[in-house]
């Protein structure tokens, strides 16, 4: 019987394979994302584009609508990016800042506003859509010197503690009133759920509401 071993299962000398070691995954991984990001920087500094002239344009113009629409009595037109929330409308474009950009995600109530009368939350409301229509902000409910009778019910019944949700708080409590919800504190508390006052000021928020629906 043969004793030789097959070549194959002899194990390299040693040092034979220590210039060019098999590369583990991670530095594949890392190599190859090094190179690709160099490649790439390589094009855009060396001047060269992926996109033709026409679509690198395109890429840099911002969609823009025009809208007209009236805020507290008053006809405004404006040109906006599509994107632009009602509420960010409001305040950078109209410097109207009582709405408050609480969560920005529909979840506090901070921004709530009325749009033809129907209380909306102005943060999650595309401002092109609204074309045509009448948008009813918290500076727009005095009459002058007078305040609305919501504002008032909130003064006298101590409403508020940091004031912060108090715009939205009195606009939700003022289209509350007109849809009607408002036959008992546990029906005001229902329909007045998705405005959140972190000072903890629900009770006398619901009494402000009762207040004033009862025309006290």
């Known amino acids: 019987m043969s004793t030789e071993v097959p070549e194959s299962a002899v194990p390299p000398p040693a040092g034979a394979d220590e210039s060019s070691p098999a590369p583990s995954r991670r530095t594949f991984i890392a190599t190859t994302t090094a190179v690709g990001g160099a490649v790439v920087a390589g094009g855009v500094i060396g001047g060269t584009s992926l996109l033709g002239p026409e679509e690198a344009s395109a890429a840099g113009t911002v969609p823009s609508s025009r809208v007209s629409l009236t805020v507290n009595g008053a006809r405004r037109t404006v040109t906006v990016d599509n994107r632009t929330s009602l509420l960010d409308l409001l305040r950078e474009h109209f410097e109207l800042t009582g709405s408050k950009k609480g969560c920005?995600?529909?979840?506090?109530?901070?921004?709530?506003?009325?749009?033809?009368?129907?209380?909306?939350n102005s943060c999650l409301t595309l401002a092109v859509r609204l074309e045509g229509v009448e948008v009813t902000t918290i500076e727009g409910l005095a009459d002058d010197d007078e305040l609305h009778p919501l504002q008032q019910a909130f003064v006298d019944?101590?409403?508020?503690?940091?004031?912060?949700c108090t715009p939205g708080q009195i606009m939700s409590g003022v289209g509350c009133i007109k849809e009607g919800h408002t036959g008992s504190p546990q029906e005001i508390r229902e329909w007045m759920s998705g405005n959140i006052?972190?000072?903890?000021?629900?009770?006398?928020?619901?009494?402000?509401v009762e207040q004033t629906a009862r025309g006290k």
């Open 197 to 208: 006052c972190r000072c903890g000021c629900y009770v006398k928020i619901v009494r402000a």
């Open 157 to 164: 019944q101590d409403a508020f503690q940091c004031g912060y």
């Open 104 to 120: 920005n995600a529909g979840a506090c109530g901070a921004c709530t506003v009325l749009v033809d009368g129907q209380r909306v």
